[in-house]
């Protein structure tokens, strides 16, 4: 049985770097998002946009300041869809 928490996480990183318009496999979860070239206000509202359109999960800018790493955010993004789901 596949746990789904990781395909989310797996699937939250590749949105991340999609929005950020970074290389495939480039981010990790140790990755500071304010240290990432593309994690600008632009990148930040494309990868809510994502988020909602491929996962359901609505975000909000306070969710984004509070996550430091790509991990924190991957965190986020399955405490949302959790307790959207449950």
């Known amino acids: 049985m596949t746990d789904p928490s990781n395909g989310c996480a797996a699937r939250v ?13 480039s981010m990790r979860t140790t990755t500071v998002l304010k240290e990432h070239e593309g994690w600008d206000s632009l990148g930040a509202v494309m990868f809510i946009g994502l988020v909602q359109e491929h996962l359901g999960v609505e975000l909000s800018v306070a969710d984004l300041r509070a996550s430091e790493t790509v991990g924190d955010l991957q965190g986020c993004v399955e405490r949302r869809r959790a307790g959207a789901v449950g």
């Open 13 to 25: 990183l590749a949105l991340i770097e999609e929005a950020t318009q970074a290389d495939p496999g």
